[in-house]
């Protein structure tokens, strides 16, 4: 089955823990991306790949790192995470032309007291 | 940056009703995406319409584009009480990156 898998599911935290939330897909798609949920922000975008070794910064990348080393995997890094950066996270994937639907995975919810 | 407002925020309806969700941007567009959203699921892809095309259907669903207008609609006839989710619009500029810009969403609520 086509997926964006995305772990853990949830995850609580306290500050200054550094933290990875893994993202793999199998379709292999050039194009991934990271995107948080907030209440009344929407969605945000994080980070992006435009294939293996290439990344991005999105709208909101403070705090965060990603890493592209092979087609399939997107790690999201907090390296001091803090209580601000609690929220929703998704993980996105498609194909490299920019009118190719997104796929998404079912999310993190992240909280940090 | 919000590119995307979707209108109603939030929508109620009877089974069998249609609903109909609007959405503006403000910026020129490759392409407007509509995604739906159950609750603290992933967004799942509907529908894609290209900025030379006026409407689109799929299934229930039809979506209008009025480029001059910046605006979109999303049409969801004999509504079911599975369709309750939030609805969201997304805008892809031209360029490489064809980022997509997310609106706010409309929350459909569908009563049996």
Same mark, same amino acid.
């Given at each position: 089955?086509?997926?964006?898998?995305?772990?853990?599911?949830?995850?609580?935290?306290?500050?200054?823990?550094?933290?990875?939330v893994?993202?793999?897909?199998?379709?292999?798609?050039?194009?991934? =991306?990271?995107?948080?949920?907030?209440?009344?922000?929407?969605?945000?975008?994080?980070?992006? =790949?435009m294939?293996?070794?290439?990344?991005d910064?999105?709208?909101v990348?403070e705090?965060?790192?990603? =890493?592209?080393?092979?087609?399939?995997?997107?790690?999201?890094?907090?390296?001091?995470? =803090?209580?601000?950066?609690?929220?929703?996270?998704?993980?996105?994937?498609?194909?490299?032309t920019?009118?190719?639907?997104?796929?998404?995975?079912?999310?993190?919810?992240?909280?940090?007291? | @940056?919000?590119?995307?407002? #979707?209108?109603?925020?939030?929508?109620?309806?009877?089974?069998? #009703?249609?609903?109909?969700?609007?959405? @503006?941007?403000?910026?020129?567009? +490759?392409?407007?995406?509509?995604? /739906?959203? +159950?609750?603290?699921?992933?967004?799942?892809?509907?529908?894609?319409?290209? @900025?030379?095309?006026? #409407?689109?259907?799929?299934? /229930?669903?039809?979506v209008?584009?009025d480029?001059?207008?910046?605006?979109?609609?999303?049409?969801?006839?004999?509504?079911?009480?599975?369709?309750?989710?939030?609805?969201?619009?997304?805008?892809?500029?031209?360029?490489?990156?064809?980022k997509?810009?997310?609106?706010?969403?409309?929350?459909?609520?569908?009563?049996?």
């Amino acid at each position: 089955e086509a997926q964006v898998t995305q772990n853990p599911r949830y995850l609580i935290t306290v500050t200054g823990k550094k933290l990875t939330v893994t993202c793999s897909q199998n379709m292999n798609h050039e194009y991934m =991306s990271w995107y948080r949920q907030d209440p009344g922000l929407g969605l945000r975008q994080i980070y992006y =790949s435009m294939n293996v070794e290439v990344t991005d910064k999105g709208d909101v990348p403070e705090g965060y790192k990603v =890493s592209r080393k092979e087609k399939r995997n997107f790690p999201l890094i907090l390296e001091s995470p =803090s209580p601000n950066q609690t929220s929703l996270y998704f993980c996105a994937s498609r194909l490299r032309t920019g009118d190719s639907p997104l796929h998404f995975g079912n999310g993190t919810r992240l909280t940090v007291t | @940056s919000q590119q995307g407002e #979707e209108d109603p925020q939030a929508l109620s309806i009877q089974e069998g #009703e249609n609903a109909t969700m609007n959405c @503006s941007y403000k910026t020129s567009i +490759n392409n407007l995406q509509w995604y /739906r959203q +159950n609750s603290g699921r992933g967004l799942v892809h509907l529908i894609l319409i290209r @900025s030379n095309e006026r #409407e689109k259907h799929s299934g /229930r669903l039809r979506v209008t584009l009025d480029t001059s207008k910046k605006s979109s609609s999303l049409l969801i006839t004999a509504s079911r009480a599975a369709d309750t989710a939030s609805y969201f619009c997304a805008t892809a500029s031209n360029g490489n990156t064809g980022k997509l810009i997310f609106g706010q969403g409309t929350t459909l609520q569908v009563k049996p």
